[in-house]
């Protein structure tokens, strides 16, 4: 049999997929941080959060133009191409999550140091987050071991998440009358809803694994059309 | 019709007729002009096996070949893709000891049946090689009209002209060459020689056009301006391309055919046909995965 030619070119495309899925550690660690400034309303770490980014953003800039110059030198086909054109996606996705991690910890300050935090609602975020730090894994798993059935049921977990994040708003809107506490919930509203993002766009990557996988993209879920 | 056509020498030189679906055969006076955007004519293989005297080039190929699309066959040296289309016009059998078993049918009608003269296949089945080769010594016009002048026993010089104009044109040629046509055709470029080759296959208005690796001696440049030829020529005819340059197959050909062959001495075989758009994202077969990705090499 013929040997396996083009080695070069498959060890720099393997690891290329394993510097762009390797963002989503970056951004698992910065979950991470994130949580724990919003539990400990922690103003500091959400800096260190804010400029840490660079590092996720600048794994998407480098990854991506890497990718491009193979598209320009390899021309890339068949499982190739699609792991290419599915790993440009994936870093978009892998940016937002590094992003929604900065809109979280950017209105930590906005609430205070010493803000009127409910327990509950507090609880309820940490729950989101801690939910959407599981699929953030299972995303990578998944691309990495190929596996769409693993990918497809990030859509079951993601619902965790999108309840959750139902529950923070009738609980902000069950918060009373005090001007601070809704001030404060409201901010935690907008924190909720950026960590509900990070889950969607951990879903997106599921839709690339299946595309990978089967060479048919289709969304696991439409939002346009919900009852479809 | 395909039962018959089993098994069987080839009758070279016979004298039969192989009319056409425009009720005019090949041997008519008047060449028949192909109407762009009218469906050219389908190729059918079953089973075609191909053999140089004891050894087996090609083994077990049926496919159908669409009209009015491109339709590629790739595949590495030796996996008998040339050999394959060398048999669609009965131009296999020139090789002394080749032979051909199964059926070739171009709509229907069996291009090997007893009777059918080769000469007139050959004539609805055009061909251009690799190498451009045009007539040395004989002009730009001479060279158009070579295919013309034995085939069609009473061509006026205006209608000669009007052919050799239109097939100039149809080569994207005319322009320029227009104001040197008595000129020898080896003064050309190797670009302009191989167009000059397609204007002489489709001169005599063929149904199909096979093409040899037709790219393989030219500059980029030239190779582009083939290609965009070929997406037009395929408004008129069926074509088939063999080619070496897996890129050109995916830019240029709308269907894929992939050959291969599992060892030296092996004959090959057909692995996989399917849309070349399929073929370059989404194979249906790993060895076809593994040769358009250069897995193997």
Redesign the interface.
Known sequence: ??????AEYLEELANLEASALGGLDLVNTALTRTLEAVEHQDVELAQLVVADDDRIDGRYLEVHQALITLLATQ????????LISSLLHVLKNIERMGDQCVNVCKVIPISGNEPPADEEMVGLILSMGRQTKTLIVQAKRAFEERDAEMAQDLVRQDDVVDNLNRDCFRLAIELGDDADKREWAMTMLLAARAIERIGDNAVDIGEQVAFVV??LFREFEDASHPEG | MLGAATKRSAPEGSKGEMADSRGVTATSTEPVTAVAGQPAKTIEARDVNLFYGDFQAVEGVSMTIEPNKVTALIGSSGCGKTTFLRSLNRMHELTPGARVEGGITLDGEDVYAPGVDPVAVRRLIGMVFQQPNPFPTMSIYDNVAAGLNLNAKKVSKSQKDAAVERSLRGAHLWDEVKDRLEKPGAGLSGGQQQRLCIARAIAVEPEVLLMDEPCSALDPVATLAIEDLIGELKNRYTIVIVTHN??QA?RASDVTAFFNIEGTGKPGHLVEVGPTQEI????GKQE??DY??????
Do not use: H, I, W
């Open positions: 049999m013929p040997e396996v030619a083009r021309s890339p086909v068949a499982t190739d191409l699609r089967t060479g | 897996m890129q995916a370059f994202t989404k194979p076809t995965e358009v990705s250069g897995r193997f090499g």
